[in-house]
């Protein structure tokens, strides 16, 4: 008993001792600051003592303190109806109203600030601060886990003590394609990843890399789907149209990720990966998670215990510390893609797309506050002892998409994406049980510039001079849509996009076109069925051939009354999907799907099988030279379809676990590796479907 106490004591006298160090580094920065600034002033017009200013200090810094402590987390909570977004921006003002009511509870009466200056005032207190009390807490094991405890607030209050095997915390480095990893593992770009893979401090290497094959739907949505929900059936696109609705299904609306994963849990029987005591963070979909932050399929439900998607951002920013911190990266990030856009425009880089407007609050917004917030609540998840967590970081996918996969201004992202994992690694040292890391993506990216860039018309453009319809002289950019907005939307509060809404057609016979990277959608909204290629021709003759022999065209696929699905090239190449062979003796049978290497096939038989499949699909062309695809939606870096890189991510797992065994073909195997390894850690007992396991394999 007397241990017991013993060790209590000291751990009291250890956090007393920290605050009072806190404290008193927070004096001397309030002294310091009003020597520095004008209108900050800890003594009266006709001049006070050393000591009296020092007093005056020390009893500001520390009402300041305890004001951030107790009130701060009250204000956050009151403000739960502003949108996160916006919270960020408030933190300043809410910041500097608590230090001149700081001020104004002095016993010594002495302490002024001008508003403006309190704000500046406050931050650099709370920067400091928690500079100061991390150094302090990082020496101290116990204090250190209790730190990140409070940071994302995930207590497993009334539950039962965590099991003692291994958990697994799997990352998604969302659009980091396998040859980027491995490029920037050699340039020394990810030393953490590159530690788990080469053993460069000596211990040896921990973990594998292997590379997968995404589905003809190179893009989050679909390979999410298939990791969490294991199935990514009828998910032929980004978008697309469907036509018993009448409604465009778009993967990073929340209202259709609602949709998808209901689909998914049908046909699997199952609620996911994460359905037994797990952690879904930053995602599309669930997985089935209990512990949900940040997940768009759950953005348009009433709040409520089910519905915690943007808890996360209010965890984080209860901590004015945190709260500062972020906001002052997230003006740095805003500064720093303003002078790499001008950079790019006066060294006239090419290929090159816009990224004015609110790109830069976007890309803000992925690179630091959703990464911020995701990674704390992933440490929290953690310390919490959660059997399986699955975390979404989508940084690299966004500046990649307008800066190019290979350019200098994603080496940063890459650079702070690994100190992410490095924060995660350390925060499982201090878990209440051991943790296996799995580091991994949902698709790469393919560089090249835009379809619209190279022709001067976009593909909604092609088709409507295919069909005999007036095209406009002018033609207009094809909205790009990435992860990182929608996330930007539901932070808002704005889950749903008006310009995404359903188009209307001018004319009844007038087709939908939609994009998805390089990879088009053609329907025709006026027919409940899919369309043949008789039908087609009957209607516009010119279309398919015009489509077919555009230099910018890959290939097409469409349905055909003779021969079910059929793939069209350039001359009239027309050759029936059940005749395209993968024999390396039997090339030419693949046509134009020969440049598109192995699998190509296999992908587009797939598609041609899901019920919502376009009247026709089209992929853009691919250069296996240069690896460059063109996109039809205004992006430099694109994924969607096939062509390149966009189709070959990766996963990073520990030698500890079995191998993932053969070619991983499609994120529905990558699930069924994944339920494989819960099974091995003894973690949540997912039903294994042996027959979806068949044919995930």
């Given at each position: 008993m007397g241990g017991v106490r013993g060790v209590r004591w000291r751990r009291i006298a250890g956090q007393l001792g920290r605050s009072v160090t806190v404290w008193a580094v927070s004096t001397l920065t309030m002294l310091a600051l009003a020597a520095l600034l004008p209108d900050f002033r800890l003594q009266s017009a006709d001049g006070d003592s050393a000591t009296r200013i020092a007093i005056t200090?020390?009893?500001?810094?520390?009402?300041?303190?305890?004001?951030?402590?107790?009130?701060?987390?009250?204000?956050?909570?009151?403000?739960?109806?502003?949108?996160?977004?916006?919270?960020?921006?408030?933190?300043?003002?809410?910041?500097?109203?608590?230090?001149?009511?700081?001020?104004?509870?002095?016993?010594?009466?002495?302490?002024?600030?001008?508003?403006?200056?309190?704000?500046?005032?406050?931050?650099?207190?709370?920067?400091?601060?928690?500079?100061?009390?991390?150094?302090?807490?990082?020496?101290?094991?116990?204090?250190?886990?209790?730190?990140?405890?409070?940071?994302?607030?995930?207590?497993?209050?009334?539950?039962?003590?965590c099991p003692a095997g291994p958990g697994l915390v799997c990352v998604q480095l969302?659009?980091?394609?396998?040859?980027?990893?491995?490029?920037?593992?050699?340039?020394?770009?990810?030393?953490?990843?590159?530690?788990?893979?080469?053993?460069?401090d000596g211990t040896g290497p921990t973990h594998r890399l292997t590379p997968w094959r995404t589905d003809w739907s190179s893009q989050t949505g679909a390979s999410q789907l298939g990791i969490l929900h294991g199935s990514t059936f009828d998910v032929p696109a980004f978008r697309w149209y469907e036509k018993e609705r009448g409604e465009v299904m778009v993967c990073n609306r929340p209202t259709s990720a609602a949709e998808l994963q209901r689909r998914a849990m049908i046909r699997t029987g199952e609620r996911g990966l994460l359905a037994m005591d797990g952690a879904s963070r930053g995602n599309l979909f669930s997985g089935g998670a209990g512990e949900q932050a940040l997940v768009l399929s759950i953005a348009t439900r009433r709040r409520g215990r089910e519905n915690r998607s943007r808890a996360g951002y209010f965890a984080y920013f209860s901590d004015p510390a945190n709260a500062v911190r972020t906001a002052l990266s997230f003006a740095a990030e805003i500064g720093r893609e303003t002078v790499q856009s001008v950079r790019?425009?006066?060294?006239?880089?090419?290929?090159?797309?816009?990224?004015?407007?609110?790109?830069?609050?976007?890309?803000?917004?992925?690179?630091?506050?959703?990464?911020?917030?995701?990674?704390?609540?992933?440490?929290?998840?953690?310390?919490?002892?959660?059997?399986?967590?699955?975390?979404?970081?989508?940084?690299?996918?966004?500046?990649?998409?307008?800066?190019?996969?290979?350019?200098?201004?994603?080496?940063?992202?890459?650079?702070?994406?690994?100190?992410?994992?490095?924060?995660?690694?350390?925060?499982?040292?201090?878990?209440?049980?051991?943790?296996?890391?799995?580091?991994?993506?949902?698709?790469?990216?393919?560089?090249?510039?835009?379809?619209?860039?190279?022709?001067?018309?976009?593909?909604?453009?092609?088709?409507?001079?295919?069909?005999?319809?007036?095209?406009?002289?002018?033609?207009?950019?094809?909205?790009?849509?990435?992860?990182?907005?929608?996330?930007?939307?539901?932070?808002?509060g704005r889950p749903d996009e008006p310009d995404e809404a359903p188009p209307r057609p001018a004319r009844r016979l007038e087709p939908v076109v939609l994009a998805s990277g390089n990879l088009g959608l053609i329907s025709f909204p006026d027919t409940p069925h899919r369309l043949t290629k008789e039908e087609i021709d009957l209607r516009h003759p010119a279309l398919l051939a015009t489509l077919a022999n555009h230099p910018g065209v890959g290939f097409l696929l469409v349905r055909s009354e003779e021969h079910g699905g059929v793939v069209l090239g350039p001359a009239g190449t027309e050759i029936p999907l059940a005749g395209l062979g993968e024999h390396p003796g039997l090339g030419e049978h693949l046509g134009p799907l020969a440049p598109f290497g192995p699998g190509a096939a296999e992908a587009v038989r797939r598609?041609?099988?899901?019920?919502?499949?376009?009247?026709?699909?089209?992929?853009?062309?691919?250069?296996?030279?240069?690896?460059?695809?063109?996109?039809?939606?205004?992006?430099?870096?694109?994924?969607?379809?096939?062509?390149?890189?966009?189709?070959?991510?990766?996963?990073?797992?520990?030698?500890?676990?079995?191998?993932?065994?053969?070619?991983?073909?499609?994120?529905?195997h990558v699930h069924a590796v994944l339920r494989r390894w819960l099974g091995e850690l003894s973690g949540p007992e997912v039903p294994l479907d042996t027959d979806g396991d068949r044919r995930a394999a």
């Amino acid at each position: 008993m007397g241990g017991v106490r013993g060790v209590r004591w000291r751990r009291i006298a250890g956090q007393l001792g920290r605050s009072v160090t806190v404290w008193a580094v927070s004096t001397l920065t309030m002294l310091a600051l009003a020597a520095l600034l004008p209108d900050f002033r800890l003594q009266s017009a006709d001049g006070d003592s050393a000591t009296r200013i020092a007093i005056t200090a020390a009893c500001g810094a520390g009402a300041f303190g305890l004001l951030s402590a107790l009130v701060w987390p009250l204000l956050v909570r009151l403000l739960l109806l502003v949108p996160a977004l916006f919270l960020g921006l408030l933190v300043f003002a809410l910041n500097g109203s608590l230090l001149l009511l700081a001020l104004r509870l002095n016993p010594t009466g002495q302490g002024e600030a001008a508003p403006e200056t309190a704000v500046i005032v406050a931050a650099v207190m709370s920067a400091v601060a928690s500079a100061t009390g991390g150094a302090l807490a990082v020496r101290d094991d116990d204090a250190y886990r209790r730190r990140l405890l409070r940071l994302a607030d995930r207590r497993r209050r009334g539950t039962p003590p965590c099991p003692a095997g291994p958990g697994l915390v799997c990352v998604q480095l969302d659009g980091v394609g396998h040859d980027v990893l491995t490029a920037a593992v050699r340039a020394g770009q990810l030393p953490t990843l590159a530690r788990l893979l080469t053993g460069a401090d000596g211990t040896g290497p921990t973990h594998r890399l292997t590379p997968w094959r995404t589905d003809w739907s190179s893009q989050t949505g679909a390979s999410q789907l298939g990791i969490l929900h294991g199935s990514t059936f009828d998910v032929p696109a980004f978008r697309w149209y469907e036509k018993e609705r009448g409604e465009v299904m778009v993967c990073n609306r929340p209202t259709s990720a609602a949709e998808l994963q209901r689909r998914a849990m049908i046909r699997t029987g199952e609620r996911g990966l994460l359905a037994m005591d797990g952690a879904s963070r930053g995602n599309l979909f669930s997985g089935g998670a209990g512990e949900q932050a940040l997940v768009l399929s759950i953005a348009t439900r009433r709040r409520g215990r089910e519905n915690r998607s943007r808890a996360g951002y209010f965890a984080y920013f209860s901590d004015p510390a945190n709260a500062v911190r972020t906001a002052l990266s997230f003006a740095a990030e805003i500064g720093r893609e303003t002078v790499q856009s001008v950079r790019a425009r006066l060294r006239q880089e090419r290929p090159r797309v816009s990224r004015g407007g609110l790109y830069p609050f976007i890309r803000a917004f992925a690179t630091v506050v959703e990464r911020d917030v995701v990674v704390a609540a992933v440490m929290g998840d953690l310390l919490a002892g959660r059997s399986v967590v699955y975390a979404d970081l989508v940084a690299y996918d966004e500046v990649a998409h307008h800066s190019g996969p290979h350019s200098r201004d994603v080496e940063q992202v890459l650079r702070r994406l690994d100190r992410s994992v490095a924060l995660i690694e350390k925060a499982a040292e201090h878990a209440p049980r051991p943790y296996h890391l799995v580091i991994l993506s949902d698709h790469g990216q393919s560089p090249g510039e835009t379809f619209r860039a190279r022709y001067g018309l976009t593909l909604a453009d092609l088709v409507r001079a295919g069909c005999g319809l007036p095209v406009p002289r002018r033609a207009e950019r094809t909205h790009s849509g990435a992860e990182a907005r929608a996330a930007v939307r539901a932070a808002l509060g704005r889950p749903d996009e008006p310009d995404e809404a359903p188009p209307r057609p001018a004319r009844r016979l007038e087709p939908v076109v939609l994009a998805s990277g390089n990879l088009g959608l053609i329907s025709f909204p006026d027919t409940p069925h899919r369309l043949t290629k008789e039908e087609i021709d009957l209607r516009h003759p010119a279309l398919l051939a015009t489509l077919a022999n555009h230099p910018g065209v890959g290939f097409l696929l469409v349905r055909s009354e003779e021969h079910g699905g059929v793939v069209l090239g350039p001359a009239g190449t027309e050759i029936p999907l059940a005749g395209l062979g993968e024999h390396p003796g039997l090339g030419e049978h693949l046509g134009p799907l020969a440049p598109f290497g192995p699998g190509a096939a296999e992908a587009v038989r797939r598609t041609h099988a899901f019920p919502h499949t376009a009247d026709i699909m089209v992929n853009s062309c691919y250069d296996p030279q240069t690896g460059e695809v063109l996109a039809f939606e205004e992006q430099i870096g694109s994924h969607g379809g096939l062509g390149g890189a966009q189709s070959r991510p990766f996963l990073l797992s520990p030698l500890a676990l079995s191998a993932p065994g053969g070619e991983l073909v499609g994120a529905e195997h990558v699930h069924a590796v994944l339920r494989r390894w819960l099974g091995e850690l003894s973690g949540p007992e997912v039903p294994l479907d042996t027959d979806g396991d068949r044919r995930a394999a």
